[in-house]
């Protein structure tokens, strides 16, 4: 049983009353093992509501009812535990859109160290907005593109977590991701449905970056039934200082 009930409670938080919000991500927690407390409850009704408002004016998601955001943003998100994350991570999220699965973590686990990385400006601007609304500290948002940022010896090989949630096939996302492990690292990648065919085609990638397919995990989590699995990359040596290669090449020439 993970305890996330000592957490100091901030009387400026909005607190939402735990009987009634996000009971959809609450059950789904429970399967995992997880509690969450009152403030951690208020930030994620205050991430929704403000996801929402936001979302009618700039597109950040397609999911936008209550029910489908608890689980397919948050509770898909919180899914990574699975992988084993320990609580004091220096985690970046790359491709992060509107913070997932960045966000949600850094919710659960407070002392994570977390960078939010997203090319596109209005939605890191959201996530500037967001992070100060939620009361977070120890995030920084990165707006660049991941192979630019990957290349700066301020990010490069500097982090133990990298996630990645539909951003890109696995090997583009190996080269997108493995460059900001620390040797010893991992990468955790969410994906869905048959992927031995794209794991395939992504070894050549992941073991140019330095890294090594760790495993494959299954998620089964009420609501998330539907074929999701997380990859785990380790990495294992540095990743070569050609790689990853110029913006928008890992995508349009994957290495295959
Ligand atoms: N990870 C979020 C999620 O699961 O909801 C967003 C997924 S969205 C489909 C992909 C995001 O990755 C977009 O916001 C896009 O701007 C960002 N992205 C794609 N390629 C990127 C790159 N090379 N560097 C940084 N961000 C990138």
Redesign the pocket.
């Known amino acids: 049983m993970i305890n996330l009930l000592n957490a100091k409670i901030e009387p400026e938080i909005w607190l939402c009353d735990i009987l009634l919000c996000m009971n959809e991500l609450v059950y789904g927690l429970s399967a995992l093992g997880i509690s969450l407390n009152s403030v951690q409850l208020g930030q994620f009704e205050t991430y929704y509501q403000e996801l929402v408002d936001y979302n009618s004016r700039i597109n950040l998601?397609a999911i936008t009812e209550y029910k489908d955001v608890q689980i397919k943003?948050f509770l898909d998100s919180v899914s990574l535990v699975l992988a084993g994350i320990k609580g004091d991570e220096k985690l970046l999220?790359?491709?992060?859109?509107?913070?997932?699965?960045g966000l949600p973590l850094k919710i659960l686990f407070p002392a994570i160290q977390l960078g939010l990385?997203?090319?596109?400006q209005k939605?890191a601007r959201f996530l500037s907005e967001i992070t100060v609304k939620l009361g977070l500290s120890g995030v920084e948002i990165i707006s660049?593109?991941?192979?630019d940022?990957a290349q700066n010896p301020l990010y490069r090989q500097k982090y133990s977590l990298v996630t990645?949630?539909?951003?890109?096939d696995m090997a583009t996302l190996a080269e997108?991701t493995l460059p900001f492990c620390a040797i010893g690292g991992r990468v955790i990648a969410p994906k869905k449905g048959d992927i031995e065919e794209e794991m395939d085609r992504a070894a050549t990638a992941v073991k140019k970056m330095g890294g090594r397919v760790f495993k494959v995990i299954k998620v089964e989590l009420p609501g998330l039934e539907d074929g999701r699995k997380l990859v785990l990359l380790e990495k294992i040596s540095n990743t070569p200082a050609l790689y990853p290669r110029r913006?928008g090449i890992?995508?349009k020439t994957p290495l295959i």
């Open positions: 998601t943003h999220d790359v491709g992060s859109g509107a913070g997932f699965p990385l997203e090319a596109t939605k660049q593109r991941a192979e940022t990645s949630r539909a951003v890109a997108l913006a890992p995508a």
